[in-house]
């Protein structure tokens, strides 16, 4: 493998790893960012974002991603493409492959590898998925202008989804576990508003229902025992996230559900040089503004480190 080695690395390029990048670049840690397997992170299946300070009219996920890399490129940041696959934290400088091929030694390590979307874990689910079954309404919400989709969930996620599917389908049913909304009321104000979608009280999935050209329905049962089937072409999930640490949580300490643990307000994890920042830390909040504002923590961490070395 050939051997490179960088002073700050910087792992995932979401809001937390371009913000990193940018802070870093501006420190003169000549940061090197590989964006992972989702450049722009999870805002890049997001819409409008309309709560984004400097932005009056809104900016899509996918353009505010964009802008926050050109920066970063701009102030000196390396972003490339390309994912963790193996990583050493066992001593300094850390080991870390990145595509099974390309192996670097880093001087320190910001992780902002962010977190990616539940499932079910139905059968059916794993059967259809890429034939109706999607966790990303922006990405496939296009295949399904004027037809009738299922969105699982009832949070902030879930209804935005279903928010942005009711511009484009027939009819959108929410799938709710339970008897209210868990999303903020800003966003179940505009759920409840919107004509064409229905929720679907004290409900659970029981099986994705379809035929051999993808999903035809969907099979539920309410808490009352009752059993029935909906017609839909499309079956979206927003459950909640998965943390994605595992690669590093032989080395950093983790919470149950697998976000790295940092220590109070700082970035800190409990491996020295290696930071945290974005939604791999934080279970909490997973806001674009508080993802880049951990990324600017852990860049002004990394420099304080760096230069006490």
């Known amino acids: 493998m050939n051997m490179e080695s960088i002073k700050c690395l910087i792992v995932g390029g979401g809001p937390a790893g371009y913000t990193a990048a940018i802070y870093a670049s501006r420190a003169d840690l000549a940061p090197v960012v590989y964006e992972g397997v989702q450049p722009g992170g999870q805002l890049t299946t997001t819409t409008d974002i309309e709560n984004y300070p400097g932005f009056e009219n809104g900016i899509a996920g996918p353009e505010l991603m964009s802008v926050m890399k ?11 493409t390309g994912a963790v696959t193996e990583a050493d934290l066992s001593k300094r400088p850390f080991r870390i492959v990145i595509d099974g091929s390309h192996e670097i030694e880093a001087e320190s390590l910001i992780i902002a590898t962010g977190a990616t979307a539940k499932y079910l874990g139905l059968p059916s689910e794993v059967k259809y998925r890429g034939l109706g079954v999607s966790a990303c309404a922006t990405c496939d919400g296009f295949f399904y202008r004027r037809k009738t989709v299922a969105v699982v969930g ?20 929410m799938i709710v576990r339970r008897d209210v909304l868990r999303a903020s009321q800003a966003m179940q104000e505009r759920v409840m508003s919107t004509e064409n979608i229905e929720i679907l009280w004290n409900c659970n999935t029981q099986e994705v229902l379809g035929d051999e050209y993808g999903v035809t329905g969907a099979r539920l049962v309410r808490k009352d025992g009752e059993v029935f089937d909906i017609a839909v072409d499309g079956f979206f999930l927003a459950i909640g996230h998965h943390p994605n640490s595992e690669l590093f949580s032989q080395w950093v300490n983790v919470d149950k559900e697998g976000y790295i643990v940092t220590d109070g307000k700082t970035s800190k994890t409990n491996v020295e040089g290696v930071f945290a920042a974005g939604d791999v830390q934080d279970p909490l909040y997973r806001q674009c503004v508080t993802a880049a504002a951990s990324g600017c923590r852990a860049a002004l961490d990394a420099e304080k480190f760096l230069k006490m070395k």
Do not use: I, M, S
């Not at 050109?70 to 490339?80: E, K, M």
């Not at 935005?160 to 049913?173: I, N, P, R, S």
């Open 154 to 173: 009832g949070g902030d996620t879930a209804c935005e989804e279903a928010t942005y599917l009711a511009g484009l389908c027939k009819k959108v049913y």
């Open 70 to 80: 050109a920066q970063a490129v701009r102030l000196g940041a390396d972003v490339r």
